[in-house]
T-cell receptor, first 113, second 115 residues
């Protein structure tokens, strides 16, 4: 059973650029959620994908968007990067929409300069 | 809206000391409550959970009881080890019809255990 993997592990971008982060869900999991964890804070829910459709969104602007693929892997895209977007981005997979046991990846550390 | 408040860290304890990390919550309905742990360089791992009032979650010597009357879910361990050094997050999940279940996290409490 493979765990949740994220790539890249670290990324440096400049303000105004666009970034794509990737996540492979745990085997057998069809739901992927994305979280943003700012330094010294708890993770904040960005959105969730189930069967390739967005299924719930937190308080994040439209420049945060995502995709889920038929193999249940997922991408998080952020356009027009701002300095405050610097954070650890965590992907979590679960079995089904109501699955409350989330399996987290190690995250992508994004720095916006 | 939902929110979780945790005691601020860091918490520094000697090995074999008793641990309490306080957590209180605000939520509509009947949330499920969780403790997650984040070891250095790793993702979050579920430590324990409780889904209804008076339930006690337990794992690896840690335990927490869902107290609806005090809206609390304090984490305790009788004897900590150096290997327990990590950041601990309290979280809640409230599933609403038509929307995704999602976790609302506290800010985390760093625990450092010394010999």
């Amino acid at each position: 059973e493979t765990g949740v993997t994220q790539s890249p592990t670290h990324l440096i971008k400049t303000r105004g650029q666009q970034v794509t982060l990737r996540c492979s869900s745990q085997s057998g999991h069809n739901t992927v959620s994305w979280y943003q964890q700012a330094l010294g804070q708890g993770p904040q829910f960005i959105f969730q994908y189930y069967r390739e459709e967005e299924n719930g969104r937190g308080n994040f602007p439209p420049r945060f968007s995502g995709l889920q693929f038929p193999n249940y892997s997922s991408e998080l895209n952020v356009n027009a990067l701002e300095l405050d977007d610097s954070a650890l981005y965590l992907c979590a997979s679960s079995e089904g929409v109501g699955g409350e046991k989330l399996f987290f990846g190690s995250g992508t550390q994004l720095s916006v300069l | 809206g939902n929110s979780v408040t945790q005691m601020e860290g860091p918490v520094t304890l000697s090995e074999e000391a008793f641990l309490t990390i306080n957590c209180t919550y605000t939520a509509t309905g009947y949330p499920s409550l969780f403790w997650y742990v984040q070891y250095p360089g790793e993702g979050l791992q579920l430590l324990l959970k409780a889904t209804k009032a008076d339930d006690k979650g337990s794992n690896k010597g840690f335990e927490a009881t869902y107290r609806k009357e005090t809206t609390s879910f304090h984490l305790e361990k009788g004897s900590v080890q150096v290997s327990d050094s990590a950041v601990y997050f309290c979280a809640l999940s409230s599933l609403n019809t038509g929307t995704a279940s999602k976790l609302t996290f506290g800010t985390g409490t760093r625990l450092q255990v010394t010999l």
